[in-house]
């Protein structure tokens, strides 16, 4: 595993990032686990196989895994309106339905609350009953914090229980996952990485959240490599719930218009070479993971960060490769434009960042100062000359688009959805990261 371990530490000094924990595992068993770089710099505490890590957004398909324990038990179903579980809903959320939630289609948008305020679930409700509707259910998809918090009150309510506290017993502990848990700053949580986050280049610690922020189901929780070894033997074996379960999960969603589009109950899923592939990515609180199965391999890899600058992904995609090159991934292979006028849509608002700063249809990854002098350099440069296409996904009367662009210290990778109606941008998530030499 050298290669794996020179690669790693590449990427740890490249990315600037504190620390790393890596894992390899294969049957249900270890192939390889190990930490790098330090869990926490200001007490020199090195990244142990141990070192617990927030899951961020790979919290998502524990979510599902709670909500299908109770569709399970005969307390949920899937495909009931949610006002049947939230009466005080507002009239038009009737035709959102537990599985509009779970897959990221039920048009909800995202709602703008103080995390660094403390709320009980009926205040964090009333605040989500105001969140706008963008498009009727079912009909798109489009990703959703809000969508997965809602999922969180509804099995509180049911259960009579917190989502986590039915994860603990029905989960984590079946599945001997010793260390995992809903996110505390309060509680004594033994090996506990702390998270860091890049501000004007400068390292910083992450910065703080409420309590009641921090156990929303949108990605709450605290695990170890060693846990994700025993979730993976639980994936492996499709434990705790039934095989039907386990399909509806697992199954790309169909929106109302027969299209498929590549995410189940809180996992992407994905193709390569005829091969099932599923996993999710994480991004909090000065935290990435990684997280990604190859099914007829029966082989899993994940990659925890304590940076919110980590490009995880690829790190992990590094330590694949490196580990068999019949897993290396060509992602930026240029694909065929179709509808080349999207892309010159794309380029005016990369210009309008250039011009005039960030727009409210951009997130990113960076600073904006930093993203401003990004662009700035790529319109020097030529913007169009620079946008590769290498990802085209039809999402009811939208495309979701992934473009690649070469800056001269950056590579910039750039998320882009577009309503293929108008032939307008709709949103656009720009992710920058130094280029390899």
């Known amino acids: 595993m050298y290669k794996v371990d020179d690669f790693v530490n590449s990427e740890l000094n490249r990315q600037k990032i504190p620390g790393i924990a890596a894992g390899i595992f294969k049957n249900g068993k270890p192939l390889h686990l190990k930490g790098y770089g330090l869990s926490n710099i200001e007490h020199n505490v090195p990244v142990l196989t141990n070192t617990v890590f927030q899951t961020a957004s790979i919290g998502k398909m524990f979510t599902a895994m709670a909500v299908m324990i109770l569709v399970e038990d005969k307390k949920l179903i899937l495909d009931e309106s949610i006002k049947n579980y939230l009466p005080n809903a507002p009239a038009d959320w009737q035709p959102i339905t537990l599985r509009h939630l779970l897959t990221h289609t039920a048009g909800l948008g995202a ?25 009727p259910a079912g009909t798109r998809w489009s990703y959703s914090n809000t969508g997965y918090s809602i999922l969180g009150f509804i099995v509180n309510n049911v259960a009579n229980l917190k989502y986590w506290q039915i ?7 079946p599945a001997s996952m010793h260390t995992a848990r809903i996110l505390s700053d309060t509680d004594i ?27 929303l189901a949108e990605g709450s929780l ?45 996992w992407d899923i994905q193709s390569i070479n005829n091969q099932l592939v599923i996993g999710h990515e ?97 319109k020097k440069q030529g913007i ?12 009811g009367n939208h495309f979701d688009r992934v473009y690649k662009a070469n800056c001269v210290n950056n590579v910039m990778t750039i998320y882009a959805s577009f309503d293929k109606d108008l032939m307008q941008v709709h949103s656009i998530f720009i992710y920058t990261e130094e280029r390899q030499i």
């Open 111 to 135: 709602t703008d609350i103080d995390v660094k305020q403390e709320y009980s679930d009926e205040e964090y409700l009333e605040q989500h009953y105001s969140t706008p509707i963008d498009f």
């Open 167 to 173: 994860l603990e017993e029905r989960v984590f502990k």
């Open 189 to 215: 949580v033994m090996n506990r990485s702390a998270g860091y986050e890049s501000i004007d280049g400068e390292l910083k610690n992450q910065q703080w959240t409420s309590a009641s922020a921090n156990t």
């Open 222 to 266: 605290y695990m170890s490599l060693e846990d994700y070894l025993k979730w993976n033997a639980i994936i492996s074996t499709r434990g705790i719930l039934s095989q039907q379960s386990w399909d509806q999960i697992l199954t790309p969603v169909q929106l109302n218009n027969g299209q498929s589009y590549p995410y189940g109950f809180g």
């Open 282 to 378: 994480g991004s909090w609180q000065g935290f990435r993971t990684a997280f990604l199965r190859y099914e007829k391999d029966n082989i899993a890899f994940t990659v925890l960060a304590n940076s919110s600058n980590a490009n995880v992904g690829e790190i992990l995609n590094g330590i694949a490769e490196r580990y068999d090159s019949n897993f290396k991934r060509n992602n930026d292979c240029l694909i065929y434009d179709e509808f080349p006028l999207l892309t010159l849509e794309l380029v005016t608002e990369i210009e309008k960042i250039a011009d005039h700063g960030v727009s409210d249809k951009v997130e990113t990854n960076i600073d904006g100062i930093s993203l401003v002098k990004a662009a700035i350099l790529l």
């Open 384 to 395: 169009l000359n620079q946008l590769k296409l290498i990802q085209n996904q039809p999402n």
